[in-house]
């Protein structure tokens, strides 16, 4: 069945930077939209980044917007989210998602309830 892995997550200074990747096998990964979320202590899962089933199109959340790149390698079935300028705030499970047969992202930020298959995450924490 669907199998989503995600990796790279990591302990990392403020200002620095990390590059998560996510396998995913047993779905048609190049006709899938996919997501990146984080969920920190306490708070709600909160969309990160969607990148459509082409790469061509990508949607950020505000928070993250001129400092993380989502990136998909059809070829290898990988999600990447290159995360820049990291900040203690940015402290969070991070999860790959893929929608369920739609290829594309909302017009905003994605919602967790718009996907359907997801890794268990990676930690990222990011020290002051």
């Known amino acids: 069945q669907v199998q989503i892995m995600e990796s790279g997550g990591g302990l990392v200074q403020a200002g620095g930077s990390l590059r998560l990747s996510c396998a995913a096998s047993?779905?048609?990964?190049?006709?899938?939209?996919m997501g990146w979320f984080r969920q920190a202590p306490g708070k709600e899962r909160e969309g990160v980044a969607c990148?459509?089933?082409?790469?061509?199109?990508?949607k950020y959340a505000d928070s993250v917007k001129g400092r993380f790149t989502v990136s998909r390698d059809n070829a290898k079935n990988s999600l990447y989210l290159q995360m820049n300028s990291l900040k203690p705030e940015d402290t969070a499970m991070y999860y790959c998602?893929?929608?369920?047969?739609?290829?594309?992202?909302?017009?905003?930020?994605?919602?967790?309830?718009?996907?359907?298959?997801w890794g268990q995450g990676t930690r990222v924490t990011v020290s002051s």
């Open positions: 990148i459509n089933w082409s790469g061509a199109s990508t």
């Open positions: 998602a893929a929608r369920r047969m739609y290829g594309y992202c909302e017009d905003s930020r994605p919602k967790p309830d718009e996907f359907y298959y």
């Open positions: 047993g779905l048609a990964f190049d006709e899938e939209a």
